[in-house]
C-alpha cells in the first residue's frame, strides 16, 4: 500500500487520486512527441498546402489529428503567404496533448 503525499492517508498503489483529499498521486503519462516534427515544418515551410496534403496522405500525420490542407492553400493568398510561414513554425512546437495546435485540427 502507498500513503498519500498531502494527508497521508493509505492509498491502493494503483491509485491516480487519493479518495481523501483529491490530491493527485501520480502524473498523468504524457504522450511523446513523435519526432516528425522538423518534417512536417520542411514540408509546410517549402511546400505550403502541397506539403500539408503529403502530411494527411502519408505517415507524418499525427495520430488524432489532421492537417489544414484548405486552409493552407486560402490563407496563403489572403495574408500574402503569412499563415503558412506562422503555421509552419508552430509545427515545431505541435503537442498532441493540446486541445488546439495552429494548422491542425482534431479527426
Known amino acids: 500500500m502507498a500513503f498519500c503525499p498531502k494527508c497521508g492517508k493509505e492509498v491502493h498503489e494503483?491509485?491516480?487520486?487519493?479518495?481523501?483529499?483529491?490530491?493527485?498521486?501520480?502524473n498523468p503519462p504524457k504522450t511523446a512527441n513523435d519526432g516528425n516534427n522538423?518534417?512536417?515544418?520542411l514540408l509546410t515551410f517549402f511546400l505550403g498546402?502541397?506539403?500539408s496534403f503529403i502530411i494527411n496522405?502519408?505517415?507524418?500525420?499525427p495520430d488524432g489529428w489532421k492537417s489544414?490542407?484548405?486552409?493552407?492553400?486560402?490563407?496563403?493568398?489572403?495574408?500574402?503567404?503569412?499563415?503558412?510561414?506562422?503555421a509552419s513554425i508552430c509545427n515545431f512546437s505541435?503537442?498532441?496533448?493540446?486541445?488546439?495546435?495552429?494548422?491542425?485540427?482534431?479527426?
Open 57 to 61: 496522405h502519408t505517415g507524418l500525420k
Open 68 to 86: 489544414r490542407t484548405c486552409a493552407y492553400f486560402f490563407l496563403t493568398m489572403l495574408t500574402f503567404g503569412i499563415y503558412p510561414l506562422v
Open 14 to 26: 494503483d491509485a491516480e487520486i487519493c479518495v481523501n483529499c483529491g490530491c493527485r498521486i501520480k
Open 49 to 51: 498546402f502541397l506539403g
Open 94 to 107: 505541435f503537442d498532441p496533448n493540446k486541445s488546439s495546435n495552429i494548422g491542425y485540427f482534431k479527426d
Open 38 to 41: 522538423l518534417s512536417r515544418f
